[in-house]
Nanobody, 120 residues
């Protein structure tokens, strides 16, 4: 299973970015897709997740500013980030919980990470 993320970059505070992440490979079923982030010197933290049924969960720090969505047909997850703040600066990692050939059921798979930098 491969996850290819894109859409990171440099933006001024108050600006917007949209991240995308497409999952490919021998995937039989996906339960959840989402995003984590890791800032320098900090632990990786959940940003947002969306389940197969469309339920979403967000970190308190991004509620009302970020929106996670998913294209089930394309196995792609998106993160629309608005009103960005300097504290949102981090490497953003997409992940999926999936059933895939050659892996235990409902394994977690991770993308390579994409840098988001918000300048003040």
């Amino acid at each position: 299973v491969q996850l290819q993320a894109s859409g990171g970059g440099l933006v001024q505070a108050g600006g917007s970015l949209r991240l995308s992440c497409a999952a490919s490979g021998s995937i039989f079923s996906i339960n959840a897709m989402g995003w984590y982030r890791q800032a320098p010197g900090k632990q990786r933290e959940l940003v947002a997740v969306i389940t197969d049924g469309g339920s979403t969960n967000y970190a308190d720090s991004v509620k009302g500013r970020f929106t996670v969505s998913r294209d089930i047909v394309k196995n792609t997850v998106y993160l629309q980030m608005n009103s960005l703040k300097p504290e949102d600066t981090a490497v953003y990692y997409c992940y999926t919980e999936a059933v895939a050939a050659g892996h235990p059921a409902w394994s977690d798979f991770w993308g390579q990470g994409t840098q988001v930098t918000v300048s003040s």
